[in-house]
């Protein structure tokens, strides 16, 4: 019994190095693909403003992207992307002082080990956010789709 | 035998396999499992640690490309700007695996020389830097829509300029000579990390990442489609800096290099100053053999068929007059040495600033060569009064060439311009004026009066043109007495008539040559419309304000052309260039921002669509016209400026029981001015003092005691009373124009029957009645009597009447008359009822005399907020944004 404790103990602690790993990969995945969207999105606010293909693209390009990486969890079938405005003074960026589109992703990561024995799956989540240019003559540029979340 | 050993063998080999197969198998699984899963992890943080370092560097770009293009500002101080802004973001942002030292020690090296613009193209470069493992470099360029991108279906391309000139930076778009701080709307930002150790790797051998590399290319907004007036204007006519200031040497004496917009004086700003005519392009128009130089001052010697060709411009939309704004004729005379510096002129040296901009009609196009028909004006500027009419960076421009053969279409075209002009939300007096009320800024425009000439004239035997005259001073009301040497000119600026038309020599009376007949010559305004130019120097005329598009020559038109050719200019010889032509394919390589003012168009009444709307309202009661359901002043008023200008007054007066309809704001307003209109005083005449000033010896007031500085301290005192209440009235909403608004013959008519008055109606001037009743001492009852019966008061003096005698009697608010004032609808001689549609003359909206004024426009005066030059947008207001980098 003793052995057994001693071998599950074993297998979890290694587990738990794979599912750790396995989650901060897939994090730094998340972070790439929103900070890539982000920038996609913004460049085509800048040149097409077709306010529709942030949308197309998020769901086209993006959301498979995540789901085909290893360790997705596939039968969550939820992948959210939150789009909104930041208010200049209060944006997190950097930047100076430029209204912002920040674009949060929600992504949930499947584990092989940790979660036998922990009640649900893991959730990662990570936020990107870039510049969105502001038309200052007529108005914010897909407004509608950028209060929409 | 049969004992339990067997059993006892069994657990004692039970215990030890099962112990020493745990042992044996598990330990080792778990090292390997361990050793992997580590190494996993290990690999997975180390490569994490990669991404993260990507990441930062690719926002610390980001951020850094959108902060300096954020600065530019078509100035060399913008390129410095942009620079220092790209580090501070860097710096600000941070950057994974750089240290808070090695950011802090990061800077660009800066070889530019500053202040200076070397046309050999190496003191502005693109700056780097390094700092630790980390190395950044900024750098200026042009993004513009290409069609040739992605199979035809176009693509925002990115080039790089290296350099000042861009007659090789820009090559992939334009060609010219232009500095390329001016026309860069770009910055791409490239940061580099040499070398990112790893944490385990180092293990197994793998140091660190090597060349670590992100960049971002920002554009000034300047990469979207803009609204656009159908309106262009050559990049080379606009850098064209004429600044006195600048070191000048004699006509051929001139280095290559030294053309004035790479010199270290050229100051951008100062083409704020200048102002803008537009015209069609013209090629066809050869005028090679108007010869202009015989010397004489005589008028050209034309054939037959060019008086006939001058005849259908004239009744087309093209006039005659606006040939001789020619900008390709070259100089006989420098601009140095006549134009702009005249050592001759006493005062201040003129500056060449009013050098006008010469810009031409047409639209953005898809293709190559396309030409704008002139069937197309019409339509154009519908379009771009709603909004239809788009353009970018990179767009074709297709020039309108010739209208000559499109007549028919005049009035249409004359129409649309004039209601794109006139559906502008802004007015003389918002954009040209400074501190109210009617101080005249120095971006007014200028009017062209076209006196005729006591001899001489034009190839159809009209009177020519006086050039010493050349100009209408809206400021004074009258033509100005511009000669070459006067101190004062329309705007102080002595020798203007020089510059804004070609004139003869000072100095030898000759006319400037048409020297390059190689080139098409002639320029004419198609939106020029007659003969004279009327008095409409009515502030509330309307102004619009919107983008016209900058064009050059594409780098691989087939006519090898350049717009402009000021080396030679300045050289005082002839210029190699030629029209922006459809065969040079302009290629739209910015925005300007101008206010176009419409100077005169043709009596637009005689329009179909106007004529309708007319029709409509004729029949209506002014109050009807005022405040009924479909309003006049919402619909007409759009058209004609001044058709909103009524005689509230007069409503108040005439019509209290339909007013009682009106809402209550409406009421009260009226109401407020009523009050005061009642609170005129009339003026002592002082009639006795008069005479005692005449010398006829008799002392005193002879109707009473009063003393004859009593009552002239009375008189001073009563007008400046009424005079201030008018400013009153007209500071609360009133227009000034209201009290403009009377035709001068109407005025003469009531002085004609005022006893003692009606010799001033022999007065042809509004100044000089004025003058007259001054000078008569105008008794200022006998003034409203002769007015109330003339205007046929009902009882009471009117209010109507008792404004305008006091406005008469005024000295600081003279009458304002207008020869075609269409402020008010004209009574019919003895027939003026306001009830009655059959008492009023039809009204004649925007019929501001006639003349060549035309279209032109004004650069936007911002002293604010520097323009953007690949935007037409202040630089304040530039909306930056990522584009795809294709380099990258």
């Known amino acids: 019994?003793?052995?057994?404790?001693?071998?599950?103990?074993?297998?979890?602690?290694?587990?738990?190095?794979?599912?750790?790993?396995?989650?901060?990969?897939?994090?730094?995945?998340?972070?790439?693909?929103?900070?890539?969207?982000?920038?996609?999105?913004?460049?085509?606010?800048?040149?097409?403003?077709?306010?529709?293909?942030?949308?197309?693209?998020?769901?086209?390009?993006?959301?498979?992207?995540?789901?085909?990486?290893?360790?997705?969890?596939?039968?969550?079938?939820?992948?959210?992307?939150?789009?909104?405005?930041?208010n200049p003074s209060t944006g997190v960026s950097h930047a100076p002082t430029f209204p912002k589109v920040r674009l949060s992703g929600h992504f949930h990561v499947g584990c092989l080990f940790i979660c036998r024995v922990l009640p649900g799956g893991l959730t990662l989540s990570a936020a990107s956010e870039t510049v969105i240019e502001l038309e200052m003559e007529n108005g914010v540029p897909c407004q509608g789709f950028a209060m929409r979340s | 035998m049969g004992k339990p050993k067997v059993v006892f063998m069994k657990k004692k080999q039970f215990v030890p396999r099962l112990t020493q197969g745990e042992s044996g198998i598990v330990l080792p699984l778990f090292a390997m499992l361990a050793f992997v899963f580590v190494a996993m992890l290990a690999f997975v943080i180390d490569h994490s640690k990669e991404t993260l370092a990507v990441e930062t560097l690719q926002r610390a770009a980001d951020v850094a490309a959108l902060s300096a293009v954020r600065q530019l500002d078509s100035t060399v101080e913008g390129w410095r700007r942009a620079k220092d802004a790209a580090v501070i973001a860097v710096k600000r942002n941070g950057i994974h695996g750089t240290s808070a030292a090695e950011l802090s020690a990061l800077a660009l090296n800066d070889s530019e020389t500053r202040g200076s613009w070397n046309a050999s193209g190496t003191q502005h470069?693109?700056?780097?830097?390094?700092?630790?493992?980390?190395?950044?470099?900024?750098?200026?360029?042009?993004?513009?829509?290409?069609?040739?991108?992605?199979?035809?279906?176009?693509?925002?391309?990115?080039?790089?300029?290296e350099g000042d000139l861009p007659e090789h930076a820009a090559d992939g778009f334009w060609r010219g000579s232009v500095p390329t701080y001016l026309v860069a709307n770009a910055v791409r930002v490239t940061l580099k990390l040499d070398k990112l150790p790893t944490t385990f790797g180092q293990v197994l051998g793998v140091l660190g990442f090597e060349n670590l590399t992100q960049s971002a290319l920002a554009v000034t907004g300047s990469e979207r489609e803009v609204d656009v007036a159908p309106l262009a204007v050559p990049y080379c006519q606009l850098i064209l800096d004429t600044n006195v200031n600048m070191p000048r040497p004699r006509?051929?004496?001139?280095?290559?290099?030294?053309?004035?917009?790479?010199?270290?004086?050229?100051?951008?700003?100062?083409?704020?100053?200048?102002?803008?005519?537009?015209?069609?392009?013209?090629?066809?128009?050869?005028?090679?053999?108007?010869?202009?130089?015989?010397?004489?001052?005589?008028?050209?010697?034309?054939?037959?068929?060019?008086?006939?060709?001058?005849?259908?411009?004239?009744?087309?939309?093209?006039?005659?007059?606006?040939?001789?704004?020619?900008?390709?004729?070259?100089y006989n005379y420098s601009i140095d040495g006549g134009v702009c510096s005249d050592s001759a002129l006493s005062g201040p040296a003129p500056s060449c600033k009013h050098f006008p901009i010469?810009?031409?009609?047409?639209?953005?196009?898809?293709?190559?060569?396309?030409?704008?028909?002139?069937?197309?004006?019409?339509?154009?500027?519908?379009?771009?009064?709603?909004?239809?009419?788009?353009?970018?960076?990179?767009?074709?421009?297709?020039?309108?060439?010739?209208?000559?053969?499109?007549?028919?279409?005049?009035?249409?075209?004359?129409?649309?311009?004039?209601?794109?002009?006139?559906?502008?939300?802004?007015?003389?007096?918002?954009?040209?004026?400074?501190?109210?009320?009617?101080?005249?800024?120095?971006n007014f425009p200028l009017m062209r009066t076209l006196r005729p000439e006591s001899a001489g004239g034009d190839p159809e035997g009209r009177p020519r043109y006086d050039?010493?005259?050349?100009?209408?001073?809206?400021?004074?009301?009258?033509?100005?007495?511009?000669?070459?040497?006067?101190?004062?000119?329309?705007?102080?600026?002595?020798?203007?008539?020089?510059?804004?038309?070609?004139?003869?020599?000072?100095?030898?009376?000759?006319?400037?040559?048409?020297?390059?007949?190689?080139?098409?010559?002639?320029w004419s305004n198609p939106l020029c419309h007659a003969e004279e130019v009327g008095l409409a120097n009515d502030l509330n005329q309307r102004v619009r304000t919107a983008k016209v598009m900058v064009i050059a020559p594409h780098k691989e038109n087939p006519a090898n052309a350049k717009y402009c050719d000021f080396r030679n200019v300045f050289r005082g010889q002839p210029q190699n260039a030629i029209p922006p032509v459809a065969d040079s394919w302009p290629v739209v390589v910015g925005m300007i921002e101008v206010n176009l003012f419409d100077l005169n168009f043709r009596d637009l009444d005689n329009h179909p669509v106007f004529k309708a709307e007319l029709d409509h309202y004729r029949p209506l009661t002014w109050v009807e016209r005022l405040f009924g359901d479909d309003r006049m002043i919402s619909t007409v008023t759009p058209h004609y400026p001044s058709a909103g200008v009524f005689d509230f007054g007069e409503i108040v007066d005439r019509h209290p029981s339909e007013l009682l309809a009106l809402p209550e704001s409406v009421l009260s307003s009226i109401e407020q001015a009523r009050n005061q209109i009642g609170n005129f005083q009339p003026v002592p005449s002082c009639t006795d003092c008069s005479s005692e000033s005449n010398g006829n010896g008799n002392s005193g007031n002879s109707g009473n005691s009063q003393s004859c500085e009593q009552c002239q301290a009375n008189a001073a005192s009563t007008q400046s009373s009424n005079n201030n209440l008018l400013t009153s009235l007209a500071e609360q909403g009133f227009p000034v124009s209201f009290f403009w608004c009377f035709d001068l013959d109407d005025i003469l008519d009531v002085l004609r029957q005022t006893p003692g008055l009606a010799e001033c109606a022999n007065e042809?001037?509004?100044?000089?009645?004025?003058?007259?009743?001054?000078?008569?001492?105008?008794?200022?009852?006998?003034?409203?009597?002769?007015?109330?019966?003339?205007?046929?008061?009902?009882?009471?003096?009117?209010?109507?009447?008792?404004?305008?005698?006091?406005?008469?009697?005024?000295?600081?608010?003279?009458?304002?008359?207008?020869?075609?004032?269409?402020?008010?609808?004209?009574?019919?001689?003895g027939a003026y009822d306001l009830n009655d549609p059959n008492s009023f003359e039809p009204l004649s909206p925007l019929y501001a005399g006639r003349g060549c004024g035309g279209m032109r426009a004004r650069v936007v005066h911002d002293t604010q907020s520097k323009k953007v030059w690949s935007t037409g947008g202040s630089h304040v207001d530039a909306s930056p944004a990522l584009v795809q980098d294709n380099a990258g």
């Open chain 1, 1 to 86: 019994m003793e052995f057994a404790l001693v071998l599950s103990l074993l297998i979890l602690i290694l587990g738990a190095f794979f599912d750790i790993g396995l989650a901060l990969h897939n994090w730094m995945l998340l972070r790439t693909v929103t900070l890539d969207a982000s920038r996609a999105i913004a460049v085509n606010f800048a040149t097409e403003q077709e306010c529709d293909r942030a949308e197309e693209y998020l769901a086209d390009y993006a959301t498979p992207r995540l789901r085909n990486a290893f360790g997705a969890d596939v039968a969550r079938d939820e992948m959210n992307w939150r789009v909104e405005w930041l």
């Open chain 2, 125 to 161: 470069p693109s700056a780097s830097g390094h700092a630790g493992g980390l190395s950044a470099k900024v750098e200026r360029g042009t993004v513009w829509f290409d069609r040739t991108l992605s199979n035809g279906r176009g693509g925002y391309a990115f080039k790089s300029l």
């Open chain 2, 251 to 330: 006509p051929g004496s001139l280095a290559a290099a030294q053309e004035d917009h790479l010199s270290a004086n050229y100051e951008p700003a100062v083409q704020q100053q200048r102002e803008l005519v537009f015209t069609e392009a013209n090629p066809k128009f050869d005028l090679q053999s108007w010869s202009f130089s015989d010397g004489s001052g005589n008028a050209p010697v034309l054939t037959d068929a060019e008086k006939d060709e001058l005849r259908r411009r004239r009744n087309g939309l093209t006039r005659f007059e606006s040939f001789i704004r020619e900008p390709y004729v070259a």
């Open chain 2, 358 to 442: 010469y810009g031409t009609l047409g639209r953005p196009s898809d293709r190559p060569g396309d030409k704008t028909r002139a069937g197309e004006v019409a339509g154009l500027f519908a379009a771009a009064r709603d909004g239809r009419l788009r353009a970018r960076l990179g767009d074709y421009f297709a020039p309108l060439e010739n209208l000559q053969d499109q007549t028919g279409d005049v009035a249409n075209a004359t129409l649309d311009a004039a209601q794109y002009i006139n559906s502008g939300d802004k007015t003389y007096q918002d954009i040209f004026t400074i501190e109210p009320p009617l101080h005249v800024g120095n």
């Open chain 2, 467 to 522: 050039p010493p005259d050349p100009f209408y001073d809206l400021r004074l009301s009258r033509p100005t007495k511009l000669e070459l040497g006067d101190a004062e000119g329309p705007l102080g600026i002595p020798s203007l008539n020089l510059m804004l038309d070609y004139q003869r020599n000072p100095r030898n009376g000759a006319w400037p040559e048409v020297q390059n007949t190689r080139q098409p010559m002639a």
């Open chain 2, 764 to 829: 042809m001037e509004a100044t000089e009645v004025n003058q007259c009743l001054n000078d008569k001492k105008v008794d200022f009852n006998s003034l409203i009597a002769s007015m109330e019966e003339w205007f046929g008061s009902d009882g009471e003096p009117g209010t109507l009447a008792q404004m305008t005698a006091a406005n008469m009697v005024s000295g600081g608010l003279s009458i304002r008359t207008r020869p075609h004032s269409h402020c008010l609808p004209q009574p019919k001689l």
